[in-house]
């Protein structure tokens, strides 16, 4: 051949790469040089702008004007704009927990507590992108969306799944083969036989028409609409997401800010039951930590006394409220513990006697001998009675126990009930609190669960407990205090407790624990609200007990709390003169100092009225100093004034009835004033004690203060200890907070001088004070910050926004401001790490900035840019400034307003003349100074004016700003013409308008610097938020959300942002390699903002800044040695800007890209002059939209920079990017699932707008070729799945099964598949390394697939169009590559998968490197850290998935824990349901099949694109490829039925392809054709035998026979037949006679001799098949074999190759069993057979003639004659091609036939044989060969002549064979030869052996008589043998 072709060559193609390479060798210097020739192969260049350069972004705004789509509606129409709708600003109110709102009673409220209230109660105001879950940050390629978007596929049928399993498969197949076999009426083994079988079977369903003559665009308009149907619409549903941590531009919403519980638990008193019931006991519960030795909860009281106890004390309680009759109670804990008790505390009605006394009856008394004790019982009802009516008011301590928590809650959770009983009493004490049964306990549970408190303490989930306390201790009168009960706590948990050697008091409390429900009814909060849900107020309720932390919490205040619990602890009053034992305390809280002055405030206790004037102490009989245990909670007014105080009273109450003695004696007095120096009063206090009655005006001292003529207890000294505790969302309890919010509100109230603390600050002093209480906020508490973080952050803002005017001058506070908001993110940063969501925001000021942030002056209802209610009168002013910035105005303005400046010291002197000057000077603009309009009157902030329209112009057009560090000019601009006069100068300034606080933001952030600036840095993000939502709530209270983007904001502000961008891009460029944690931070931040302002900005100004970053991080990357983290960096950015919900509208879809003004000629190699068809001219449009042009990166702007990135990164000569290629395939992958899943481009006319944007994604990905991880690899060197048939798979690796007859049916001529030419490329030393993996290769063709799928397909054929031969032949080894990718792993893969747990994977090296250089980084620690991972460290990278084609599947990514053991793993590794992995092949299924039909498309395309040009051969041979890859790989029934169609129109199109051309490919072809015939699935079958029909039917068309296509499927059949494992014999039959039937049905070509070549060729086919199949079944039986293979050989008569090779087999079987004369014979054959087609080829006279020569030797040689009309001619290529078909060959196969005769003894035919030698020797002069020949002659002779009459030649014997399970052999009776001098007993035993095992020996009879056999009696179950008779 003349001309190879480039297929046949494995031409190998030039990569980009070696063109680089080769480049690169005439540059020298840094590798970035080359950047400029970096561009991917199918770029032409416009202007030289190199892929590592920003291109200038188009000005969107401009373009959208220019450029104004003709589409009305529609979805087009919304490609172009964002929607009207995109923002919107929401007040929504907030939800309240109670049915009331809790807000104080008082109407008049101080200014704080106004603020607080409102900061409590206001709807939270929240800016909504509307379609922002529609960015990729929300990508709903999650686990659970994905099975939402799964639902309802189809069920793919493959026949890999099909397949049943091995054992019951054989015994069908045995069942089929004996039924196909037993047919009594025809010769064993006949032709007639064969045709019977085939023509009893039924053919498959034949396809209608497809013998019709169609044109062939009919055809494939019919193809394409059926291939077009039912397809699934999102590809990337089927596809799982890449291993990702949370993706990084996802920002989650901040949870609503909510009033903090711990875990609750709820606990139900259900009964308290003593011995004796005598007297009405009263109860109470609350929580202890003993190890911080603190009280954690409020006490709960509740009351199970019967109604006739209750009775007892009618006279003195009165009405119960229904508040005060709660028996259950919901407790909080948010740090629970192993130290957690529930203290139950008994009291009772006082009495006389001590504690001792009182109780001794209910130790003495039993419940079962009460009768006995009648008489004693009744008298103390009697004596209980008494007291009851005289002493019911006063209560004594009784007695207590407590319950440790945990162990209940262990308890009860290990146990597997639904509700658990746990006794708890003395006896069993030793078992309840030893520490060491209750860790057993833990110790089995903590390894299931851990929490926020200690590791084994989850109150959320353990089964409900019913205790019953069967014990309780007496209380000690002289240890009643908190300390004592720590200890006794403490030593409850001691084995050997000394409370276990107490007598207890025996009793049966019941109670039940269980986790509180989500939503309880009937719920009442510790301020005694009823919480929603509360149907019915008469039910009896339950309590919220109000939690104590054991430790700080950090959540702040969002309800009104204002709570106040007092303690009195000890009274010392042994040095008091008098009488004072009994002694009790009366706690009153006072408004006024009159008795009356008592408030109702303490809360009651229960069974008594919900609130009362006062409390009294229990009391301790006859103690001097009493210890107390009381809690008193009061309820504090929301406003307290200098008389509000605590008042106590003491009293000694007289037990005994006296006469002329009262009830209760005043003994003492004290008292503690509310506030102090406005602050409220909290804490420890030792008081004095007076003897008499306060003075007149003593409320507003404190008792401390000695008072003349007061008598005092002990001299004054302090003998009271009472400790007071607040608990309010009002009061800061913190002295700097409370100093700033004091100043804060002074400022509004105008109020002067200011009394904070000990000082009185007068108005000149004010704004220094103002300043430094700002800066000191630093030094305050960080929990009360906190807790009052929202309104300290909105006082700290109202500061920026309304600078106040302090003695008539303008203090701007905005940089104080500024830097005290940076500190205080900062501390909350540092100090609550665990707040922290993956991007380092802290949760508090996240909800702080989405719900509660809004501007000033921004109220629901009033939607105006006037002053809102923010409180009291505004003194506030502020400036105007040009929205014209001054030329010469610098970033360092430094010029401050305020009267701290020394620069200006109050109003300049001559205010006229400086104006006039600075004007003068200046030039300026005072278009927008306040004086031509006239600004808005000042209003109260609470009242809402409706602002004039002209002011609302003015607002409209002037850029209100301000700073402390404006210039002068500025300040004096706003007043020019008439500064005011010092009398006027406040009512002037209040004219002045507010500044906009995105504004002063701005500003201030760009001119700080040093710390303040580092601080802004650390948590820019908060800024940054907090300036996009300023400038939202500005333009929707402005009406601007819909104004032209660029008259939105002015000049100045954008400059601010610019410089303000520029500088934090080159903080990121200058210190990532130092502070690489905040850098990150930085570097996603910045990225966030830039992504919300394209929502609200001049879209064209944002991609201006896009590309400022862009350039910082250009210019430093060329001097980096190692890039990759500075570029990982810009993916992350590029990233997030690109999860914008509007992405796609931001980049122009429907824009069309014009060429260059003057087109300059194009370098790239796709429209270069080697180009196998490109036209003249060019079209420059399409190649544009095809390539990254500088046209295509301006217009589309963020979808070039992506494939700029990826482009970049996946270039073979990257230096140190290939760690990064993991991360920018998935930024892609990203992008493009969720436009797939987009609602927005659901049409496909819309998402072909949306592929557009990506087409040069195929030009990239075809230059990374080289680079792809090798799926093909995956199937061939691997070794595939075991558990998918290797017949689905045969002959791929060209390694055959290697049986004695496979081995020959595999041959030469069986077509060996290989991988594409490009595969097969070693492109550059460096290779080996920048493979790409497994899942990024498949990542990126998923891509492909998606841009195929989606994108225009005629664009697409009009680029196809413009492609040289070698990058259209480089595209379709892609699609080939795709093919091999998406294979389907078949079911049994899955579950194979779901066993193993461990992987070891190929590519582990390539995850590392990725691991090292650069993809985790301090974002991912972060991520886990927010997860609450910080023990967990990963191996390497996220695991990637290994190759789709290998037997290990996707695994979960692997992460480990310290504590994970392998086991622990593996458990959970086999979770995976059998409905899961159902659902993993479905999708897996669905997924081959929608992507081989994408790639089929794309052929098909291709097709019709090469079709009309000169050059197509080559391509037609890779498409031809690529079909025939894609039908060897595991296919569904429905991808093959639109691929054989495809398939059989491409034959119909270029029939001289197959049969002249590719000739390898028709015989692969065959191959494949009759694989599928042979398919269990009859559709597949029907398509596959219609294709082989029109096969053979367009070969004959061709030449008036078929005989090449006869020719490749016999070969075929031989080469499938036997190499595959569970072929059934049953299909393929069916197949054949489809086929038959076809022919019988072709009227067309009835008259030609087309039909009966079919059914010969059928027929032989189906002769081979029988036998082939047989012939394994026999392996075992030589005979049955031998047979079986002479059967064969004669089947391949058309096939000379196959048959010599069958011959030869034979050949060798013989010599194997010694069986000499066959095997000679077998070689005669052979040797006729070449004699035949050597005497076509090559007309020598020495030659034998044919097979006529040999009839001596035996006259059946005649069989090999070429005869026959369809015999192939021997000049077909291919055929007789094998060693044998030479001389050389013909003389070998002679010789050997010799020596087989010598050794068989048959020397005559020695004789014959050498007759046909010899002429060829002595025609060569060979007299060498002749010399031994005719030596071998003379000893044959010689033997004829010495052995006469003595050969012997074997012993024959005759066999039988009866019984149905024989098979074929039923009833037959064969001649068996064997060696010389075989006794008989020799063969039967060998027989008898072999049949014996075969079917069982209890089934094998032996027929012992030669007689012949009468059937009828034989048993039918048994095998029957006759035995062997000699012949």
């Keep these: ?801 309304r600078p106040p005017v302090i003695a008539g001058q303008i203090v701007n506070l905005g940089q104080a401001s500024f830097e005290a908001m940076a500190s205080i993110i900062n501390r909350l940063h540092k100090n609550l790490e665990g707040n922290h969501d993956q991007h380092g925001r802290n949760s508090l000021l996240a909800s702080y900035i989405y719900y509660v942030f809004r501007l000033p002056n921004t109220y629901p209802n009033s939607p105006s840019p006037g002053p809102g209610g923010l409180g009291g009168s505004v003194h506030y002013a502020t400036m105007a400034r040009s929205a014209v910035r001054p030329a010469s105005l610098n970033l360092n303005r430094s010029r401050s307003l305020s009267n701290s400046n020394p620069d200006i010291s109050g109003t300049p002197t001559s205010p006229d003349d400086e104006v006039r000057s600075i004007i003068g000077s200046k030039g300026l603009d005072r278009s927008n100074s306040w004086v031509n309009t006239g600004g808005p009157k000042a209003a109260p902030w609470g009242s809402n004016p409706s602002p004039s329209a002209e002011s609302t112009q003015a607002m409209d057009r002037s850029c209100n700003r301000m700073s402390s560090h404006t210039e002068t000019s500025s300040f004096l601009q706003t007043l020019t013409g008439r500064l005011p006069t010092k009398k006027g100068k406040e009512d002037e300034l209040e004219k002045l308008s507010l500044l906009l606080f995105h504004e002063e933001l701005a500003l201030q952030w760009v001119v700080c610097s040093g710390s303040v600036r580092e601080s802004a840095l650390q948590q820019a993000w908060f800024f940054f938020e907090l300036m996009v939502k300023s400038m939202v709530h500005h333009l929707y209270f402005n009406d601007k959300l819909d104004a032209p983007r660029k008259s939105r904001f002015p000049e100045r502000f954008m400059d601010d942002i610019a410089a303000l961008v520029s500088t934090i891009a080159s903080d990121i460029v200058s210190r990532f390699q130092k502070d690489t944690e905040m850098v990150e931070r930085l570097n996603t931040s910045l990225a966030f903002f830039l992504n919300d302002l394209l929502s609200v900005m001049d879209r064209g100004f944002v991609f201006s800044l896009i590309k400022t970053c862009y350039k910082q991080v250009s210019s430093k990357l060329y001097s980096l040695p190692n890039p990759s983290v500075l570029v990982s960096l810009r993916l992350d950015f590029l990233r997030i800007v690109c999860s914008h919900e509007h992405y796609v509208t931001l980049n122009l879809p429907c824009s069309l890209l014009t060429p260059p003004a003057s087109p300059s000629p194009s370098v790239s190699s796709a429209t270069s002059q080697s180009s196998g068809f490109s036209t003249n001219v060019q079209d420059q449009k399409i190649a544009n939209m095809f390539e990254l042009s500088v046209p295509f990166r301006q217009q589309h702007y963020l979808a070039g920079l992506v494939l700029t990135e990826l482009a970049v990164i996946l270039d073979p000569d990257a230096e140190g990017l290939f760690g990064l290629h993991k991360k920018v395939i998935n930024m892609v992958h990203n992008l493009l699932s969720s436009h797939d899943s987009d609602p927005r481009y659901s049409d496909p006319q819309t998402k072909a707008r949306v592929a557009m944007l990506y087409l040069p994604l195929i030009g990239i990905i075809m230059e990374t070729v080289p680079q792809l991880y090798d799926f093909t690899e995956t199937q061939n060197q691997r070794g595939r799945p075991i558990c998918i048939a290797p017949d689905d798979y045969e002959s791929e690796s060209g390694s055959m099964i290697s049986q004695t007859v496979a081995m020959a049916i595999a041959g030469t001529s069986v077509p060996q598949l290989t991988r594409p030419g490009s595969f097969l490329l070693t492109s550059s030393s460096g290779r080996q390394h920048t493979t790409f993996s497994a899942e990024s290769s498949r990542s990126l063709l998923i891509c492909l697939l998606w841009v195929l799928k989606n994108a225009d397909e005629t664009v697409l054929q009009k680029w196809f169009t413009d492609l040289s031969v070698l990058q259209l032949n480089r595209l379709l080894d892609l699609l080939y590559l795709c093919v091999s990718c998406f294979e389907y792993k078949g079911k049994k893969v899955f579950e194979r998968m779901n066993s193993l747990t461990f992987k070891k994977s190929k590519d582990m090296r390539a995850k590392l490197e990725e691991a090292i250089l650069g993809s985790i980084g301090a974002r991912q620690e972060m991520v886990r850290r927010s997860r609450g991972q910080l023990g967990t460290y990963t191996v390497a990278s996220p695991s990637e998935r290994s190759p789709s084609g290998s037997a290990f599947g996707s ?145 004959f068309e061709i030449g008036n026979n078929f005989a090449r296509v006869k020719m490749q499927v016999t070969m075929s059949l031989s080469s499938l037949v036997g190499t595959s494992q569970n072929f059934n014999e049953e299909f393929l039959r069916r197949s054949l006679k489809t086929i038959l039937t076809y022919a019988e049905e072709d009227l067309e070509l009835r008259e030609t001799t087309f039909p009966d070549q079919v059914q010969d060729l059928v027929f032989n086919l189906h002769m081979i098949l029988s036998d082939t199949v047989k012939m394994k079944e026999h392996q075992e039986d030589p005979e049955m074999l031998i047979d079986l293979m002479y059967r064969i050989a004669k089947g391949y008569q058309t096939s000379p190759d196959l048959r010599l090779t069958w011959l030869q087999n034979m050949a060798g079987k013989h010599s194997e069993r010694s069986n000499h004369a066959e095997a000679a014979q077998c070689l005669v054959h052979s040797a006729a057979l070449v004699a035949e087609y050597l005497s076509m080829l090559e007309d020598r006279k020495y030659l034998p003639v044919g097979c006529v020569t040999f009839q001596n030797i035996s006259s059946n040689v005649l069989e090999e004659s070429a005869v026959s009309d369809d015999v192939v001619s021997p000049d077909e290529e291919g055929i007789c091609s094998g060693k044998y078909f030479t001389e050389s060959g013909l003389v070998g196969l002679l010789e050997q036939a010799a020596a087989s005769f010598s050794m068989a003894g048959m020397y005559e035919a020695v004789n014959e044989v050498y007759k046909v030698l010899i002429p060829i020797h002595e025609a060569n002069r060979d007299a060498k060969k002749l010399s031994t020949i005719h030596g071998k002659l003379q000893e044959a002779f010689s033997k004829i002549v010495h052995q006469d009459g003595k050969r012997m030649f074997g012993t024959y014997f005759r066999v039988g064979f009866y019984g149905t399970k024989f098979g074929d052999l039923d009833e037959q009776e064969f001649v068996y030869k064997e060696p010389a001098i075989t006794k008989l007993a020799e063969i039967s035993h060998r027989l008898e052996g072999f049949y014996g095992e075969r079917f069982g020996e209890d089934v094998l009879e032996v027929i012992k008589d030669s007689n012949p056999v009468d059937k009828c009696k034989l048993d039918p179950n048994k095998v029957w043998r006759m035995t062997p008779n000699a012949l």
Excluded at 1468 to 1497: F, P, Y
């Design 1 to 801: 051949m003349a001309e190879r072709r480039a297929f046949a060559q494995k031409i190998s193609r030039t990569v980009a790469a070696e063109v680089r390479k080769q480049i690169s060798g005439q540059y020298s210097g840094s590798p970035q040089l080359l950047k400029n020739l970096n561009v991917v192969g199918s770029i032409s260049h416009h202007t030289t702008v190199p892929l590592t350069e920003a291109v200038d972004p188009v000005d969107l705004e401009e373009y959208l004007i220019t450029h104004p789509l003709a589409v009305d509606s529609g979805p087009l129409r919304d490609l172009i704009e964002f929607p009207p709708d995109d923002i919107e600003v929401v007040y929504s109110p907030r939800d309240c927990r109670t049915l009331v709102s809790a807000v104080p009673e008082e109407s008049e409220m101080d200014p704080h507590v106004r603020d607080c209230i409102r900061s409590y109660t206001e709807d939270w105001a929240i800016v909504i992108r509307k379609y922002h879950k529609l960015g990729t940050g929300f990508n709903p390629n999650t686990l659970d969306k994905q099975k939402e978007r799964q639902k309802g596929l189809p069920k793919q049928v493959f026949e890999s799944d099909e397949a049943p399993d091995g054992n019951s498969y054989q015994d069908e197949q045995d069942d089929l083969k004996r039924r196909s076999m037993s047919i009594d009426d025809t010769p064993r083994g006949s032709w007639a036989c064969s045709i019977f079988d085939l023509k009893n079977s039924l053919p498959d369903a034949l396809l209608p028409n497809l013998l019709d003559r169609t044109p062939n665009e009919e055809i494939d308009r019919q193809n394409d609409d059926q291939r077009k149907s039912n397809r699934h619409k999102e590809l990337f549903a089927l596809h799982p997401s890449p291993d990702e941590e949370e993706p990084i531009e996802r920002l989650s919403i901040p949870d609503v800010p909510k009033e903090h519980f711990g875990q609750r638990l709820l606990v139900k008193c259900l009964s308290l039951k003593f011995e004796i019931e005598i007297e009405p006991i009263f109860a109470s519960l609350a929580l202890y930590d003993v190890k911080e030795k603190k009280k954690i909860s409020e006490n709960f009281y509740f009351d199970l006394n019967s109604e006739q106890m209750k009775g007892l004390l009618r006279p003195h309680v009165p009405p119960a409220a229904i508040t005060t009759l709660a028996r259950s109670a919901i407790f909080s804990i948010t740090y629970p513990s192993q130290d957690v008790f529930l203290v139950i505390k008994l009291e009772k009605v006082l009495q006389q006697g001590d504690i001792g006394e009182c109780a001794e009856p209910y130790m003495i008394f039993k419940e079962a001998d009460a009768t006995k004790n009648k008489e004693k019982l009744e008298k103390l009802r009697s004596q209980a009675d008494q007291f009851c009516q005289r002493l019911g008011k006063y209560r004594m301590p009784f007695a207590w126990t407590a319950i440790h928590l945990m162990n209940i809650v262990s308890s009860a959770g290990s146990l597997e009930r639904d509700s658990t009983e746990v006794e708890i009493s003395t006896g069993e004490r030793k078992g309840s609190w030893s520490e060491r049964r209750n860790s057993s306990i833990v110790g089995r549970r903590s390894l299931e669960r851990t929490t926020s408190g200690d590791d084994t303490c989850n109150l959320t989930s353990f089964r409900p407990a019913t205790l019953t306390v069967t014990n309780f201790f007496k209380q000690e009168g002289d240890r009643l205090s908190d300390e004592d009960l720590y200890k006794f706590l403490a030593d409850m948990r001691r084995p050997s407790s000394v409370l276990r050697r107490l007598r207890p008091i025996t009793a049966q409390l019941k109670i039940d624990i269980s986790p509180a429900p989500e939503n309880p009814h009937y719920c009442l909060t510790p301020e005694l609200l009823q919480v929603k849900l509360y149907p019915d107020s008469r039910v009896r309720p339950t309590r919220e007990i109000l939690e104590f932390p054991a430790r700080d919490v950090y959540v702040p205040n969002t309800t009104y709390r204002n709570l106040l619990y007092i303690y009195p602890q000890s009274l010392n009053f042994a040095n008091r003169q008098g009488s004072a034992r009994n002694i009790t305390v009366k706690v009153q809280f006072m408004y006024g100092e009159d008795p009356s002055n008592a408030m109702p405030v303490i809360f009651g206790k229960s069974s008594c009225s919900e609130f009362s004037k006062e409390a009294y102490t229990a009391v301790v009989y006859h103690n001097r100093s009493p210890d107390f245990h009381e809690e008193i909670k009061v309820k504090l007014p929301a406003t307290l004034t200098d008389h509000h105080h605590l008042l106590f009273t003491f009293y000694h109450v007289s037990c005994q009835q006296k006469q002329n003695t009262p009830l209760e004696t005043p003994v003492g007095y004290t008292w503690i004033p509310m506030l102090q120096n406005g602050r409220l009063k909290t804490g420890q206090f030792c008081l004095p004690v007076s003897l008499e009655k306060p003075p007149q005006a003593y409320s507003v001292l404190s008792p401390e203060v000695p008072l003349p003529g007061m008598k005092w207890v002990d001299n004054h000294k302090g003998v009271f200890n009472v400790e007071v505790v607040a608990v309010s969302s009002i009061h800061t309890q913190d002295p700097y907070l409370d100093k700033f919010f004091a100043l804060v509100n002074a400022l509004d109230e105008h109020m002067f001088p200011v009394r904070i603390g000990d000082m009185r600050i007068m108005e000149n002093n004010l704004e220094n004070e103002l300043k430094s209480s700002i800066s000191a906020l630093n030094s305050s508490q960080l929990e009360p910050v906190v807790r009052f973080l929202h309104l300290l952050l909105d006082k700290l803002i109202l500061l920026v926004v």
């Design 1451 to 1595: 695994q979960e990514n692997l992460r480990w824990r310290k504590d994970m053991t392998h086991w622990r793993q593996n458990t959970e590794k086999l979770d995976k349901s059998r409905a899961e992995i159902e659902h993993e092949a479905l999708i897996d299924g669905n997924l081959a099949t929608e992507a081989n039909l994408i790639i089929l498309d794309t052929l098909e395309i291709v097709v019709q694109t090469v079709s009309v040009t000169e050059s197509k051969e080559s391509i037609l041979g890779g498409v031809l490829k690529v079909l025939l890859h894609s039908m060897a790989c595991n296919q569904s029934a429905v991808y093959l039925q639109h691929c054989f169609a495809t398939q059989r129109a491409l034959v119909s199109k270029f029939p001289e392809l197959l049969f002249e051309e590719e000739t390898e490919q028709c015989a692969d072809l065959c191959l494949r054709l009759l694989r599928h015939c042979s398919s269990s699935i009859s559709t597949i079958r029907s398509h596959a035998s219609a294709s082989l029909y029109l096969l053979m039917r367009q070969n």
